[in-house]
């Protein structure tokens, strides 16, 4: 079973910090998707991160895939409340087309 | 261009009843996933269909659920019976093909509650 450890779980951070979220496995994913997941809602996806050592930025946020492909951080610089929310970094397993998710990042920002 | 739509969005059955939860893929999206979260956990992988086939049901229970994806309408998942340990958020998410680069998109949940 390929799994996906977030961390850290839990974050408090006021407005302006910065933060970064990691994303571990100890195998190798062909991709790994991050999504934002706000209470009473379904996942929204992010980004997409497919080439070993890829970054990709999105306004604030920073996203970077391992050059192994097996972990993958989540950056966001001067983090605002609206960034609060559930964190999740997914893949696909070698076998099959579902996604296995990480545990996720529950993230408050404090105004 | 409409996303993943799913209904009820909220569901309250009494234990033994049947929940039947719907699911409407993005257009063009053949492929869908149904997926669980339960409190303070992650999601996790139930079924995944294509039209008229399932093709991986490894994540879902062997008794009280099924699920189907007809020719026409959306896609279902059925809970018979109903226990206290159902309750919990069901997502369901769709992609346009297959392989590990296909993003899926999800839908705003289902969530049921058992009595």
């Known amino acids: 079973t390929q799994l996906l450890e977030q961390s850290p779980q839990f974050l408090s951070i006021q407005e302006g910090e910065n933060l970064t979220v990691y994303c571990n496995s100890s195998?190798?994913?062909?991709?790994l998707q991050w999504y934002r997941q706000e209470p009473g809602e379904g996942p929204v996806l992010l980004v997409t991160?497919?080439?070993?050592?890829e970054v990709k930025k999105l306004k604030r946020l920073t996203f970077q895939f391992g050059d192994a492909r097996k972990d993958s951080s989540l950056h966001i610089t001067a983090a605002q409340p609206g960034d609060t929310g559930l964190y999740l970094c997914?893949?696909?397993?070698?076998?099959?087309?579902?996604?296995?998710f990480g545990g996720g990042t529950r993230l408050m920002v404090k105004p | 261009n409409a996303g993943v739509m799913q209904n009820p969005r909220h569901l309250v059955r009494r234990r033994g009843q049947e929940a039947r939860l719907r699911c409407s893929p993005m257009k063009g999206h053949s492929h869908v996933y149904w997926y669980r979260q339960l409190p303070e956990e992650g999601l996790k992988f139930m079924v995944y269909?294509?039209?008229?086939?399932?093709?991986?049901e490894s994540g879902m229970p062997k008794e009280r659920f099924s699920a189907e994806f007809p020719k026409e309408g959306p896609s279902i998942l059925r809970i018979q019976q109903v226990v206290r340990g159902d309750s919990a958020a069901y997502f369901c998410?769709?992609?346009?093909?297959?392989?590990?680069?296909?993003?899926?998109?999800f839908g705003p949940g289902t969530r049921l509650t058992v009595l």
């Open positions: 998410a769709s992609s346009l093909g297959t392989g590990g680069n296909n993003e899926q998109f």
């Open positions: 269909l294509q039209k008229e086939n399932i093709i991986d």
């Open positions: 195998s190798v994913f062909s991709s």
């Open positions: 997914a893949g696909p397993p070698s076998a099959g087309n579902m996604l296995t």
């Open positions: 991160v497919v080439t070993g050592g």
